[in-house]
């Protein structure tokens, strides 16, 4: 066992490789579940202001991004 | 209009059955693959134990450049078709082959010092590779450095295209300049150089990395998505509200 991590004396390079690859992909992932969760709680507290907003908001969402784009809407 | 709309509706509900199984898939992959590169390979008679780097070094650089190649192709889309979809995926993959870069980078790096003895020489293909880093970076920043997001969206695309350009010089520094960094061993004309046993769990951890990015694009669609949507919640609000105090004065 102790073999393993010793990685015949490149321990330091190869687990440093493959925490670095845990860390940065593991941190993109909770961080975008994060950011998700907070832009759907602040969706979700404006809709529950404005209950008119419930259906707009969904319809607006992408013909907003079309009007803005100069597309044909 | 509403058939627009009912597109991306359609795509996020069908991305949320796909998802769990992706993640399910990942999960089986990196176990596989994991004890596959970092246990049964047996170490390499030159490199020593340091040949498991690869197994994340080499899927890592892969991916580094294919969301790269999404991204180019999905603002190409978002410019000419103006798929709202298309805009939205190019965004929200910007970070994750940012990401992959980064670990491409570091763990190249990190094997470097043990075999080359360097942690960095500015070699044709480490040199460019960092150039994609920035190009990623760069990216990220154009997005969001407009006050209309459509406009910052448009013109990120732009850049996204031109920056494309990166990718055949990548692919190529290794023969044009042939200093440091080994040439190709996997994508050949002739055929994979490369041991069958090495290259079987190789292919693992590609794919895996490959699904991985599937399952972290999907996420963060839906999170810019969400993004929009707010935006667009936040407009009509306002808009409601300037139209009632325009009624009462």
Known sequence: ?73 | MIMRFAQPARFFALADRIAPWLWGLVALGLAVGLVWGLVIVEPDYQQGETVRIMYIHVPSAWMAMFVYASMAVASFVALVWRHPLAEIAAVASAPIGAAFTFCSLVTGSLWGKPMWGTYWEWDGRMTSVLILFFIYLAYMALVHAFEDPAQGRRIASIFALVGALILPVIKFSVDWWNTLHQSSSVFRMDGPTIEASLLWPLLVMGLTFQLLYFALLLLRMRSEMAAVRLRSARLALMRRSQTNEAMAS
């Open chain 1, 1 to 73: 066992m102790a073999d393993f991590f010793a990685m015949g004396g490149y321990g330091s390079y190869v687990w440093g490789s493959y925490i670095v690859v845990a860390l940065v992909m593991g941190g993109i992932f909770v961080w975008s579940v994060k950011e998700l969760k907070s832009r759907q709680a602040a969706l979700d507290r404006l809709k529950a202001q404005d209950k008119s907003l419930e259906s707009e908001a969904a319809s607006v969402g992408i013909a907003q991004t079309e009007n803005q784009d100069g597309g044909a809407a």
